[in-house]
């Protein structure tokens, strides 16, 4: 079946910890994106990747990072200078061109230990 | 810079009624407009996307019109079942020139009670 998968389901950080969420996807899209989801919120966008090896900063990356070294990979690094990070991290793809729809994976939930 | 609005952000309805779901976005120069359904805890999952060019768009018992003259678009649910208890959101491009980001509203949490 074709779509996009996230792990872990859960994750747990410690203080100072840097986390890495993964994100694939096997529609042979060219975007990928990150998202962040708080309660009663909407979805705020991290980082976006249009193409393999380049990725830019959405509205909220400030202790964020990812890479994109495969097409179908896009994973997300929450580092230790992400002071509030608990929240609910869903990652998307899409083809390339406007308005073309977003697939969501699962999503992953970070909580703080 | 693109602004969504969703009201109500809750909405509780008896089962059989139709639901009126209403997004509002400032950009009116939008090309198309996304409504997307969140179970608790899921991912999202696409339900229809309009056009510009287009006022509605329909899939089953959903229906979704768009005015951008207003800056608005509503979301119809015909005939409610407690399968549709779900948050619905509304998603337009972050500016004319965005190929895919999107701008989100916060969403409307919606209860069919049997």
């Known amino acids: 079946d074709g779509g996009i998968t996230q792990s872990p389901k859960y994750l747990f950080r410690k203080e100072g910890q840097n986390v890495t969420l993964s994100c694939e996807q096997n529609l042979n899209h060219d975007a990928m994106y990150w998202y962040r989801q708080d309660p009663g919120q909407g979805l705020r966008l991290i980082y976006y990747s249009q193409i393999v090896n380049d990725f830019q900063k959405g509205d909220i990356a400030e202790g964020y990072s990812v890479s994109r070294e495969k097409k179908e990979s896009f994973p997300l690094t929450v580092t230790s200078a992400q002071k509030n990070p608990t929240a609910f991290y869903l990652c998307?793809?899409?083809?390339?061109?406007?308005?073309?729809?977003?697939?969501f994976g699962p999503g992953t939930r970070l909580l703080v230990l | 810079k693109q602004e969504v609005t969703q009201i109500p952000a809750a909405l509780s309805v008896p089962e059989g009624e139709n639901l009126v779901l209403n997004c509002s976005f400032t950009d009116s120069a939008i090309y198309n407009l996304q409504w997307f359904r969140q179970d608790p805890g899921k991912g999202l999952t696409s339900l229809l996307l309009i056009q510009s060019s287009q006022r509605e768009q329909t899939s089953g018992r959903l229906n979704a019109s768009l005015d951008k003259s207003s800056g608005r678009s509503t979301l119809y649910i015909a005939a409610s079942q407690p399968g549709d208890s779900a948050t619905y959101l509304c998603?337009?491009?972050?500016?004319?020139?965005?190929?895919?980001?999107?701008?989100f509203g916060a969403g409307t949490q919606v209860v069919v009670t049997p």
């Open positions: 998307a793809s899409s083809t390339m061109g406007q308005g073309e729809t977003q697939y």
């Open positions: 998603a337009a491009p972050m500016t004319t020139d965005s190929w895919g980001k999107l701008q």
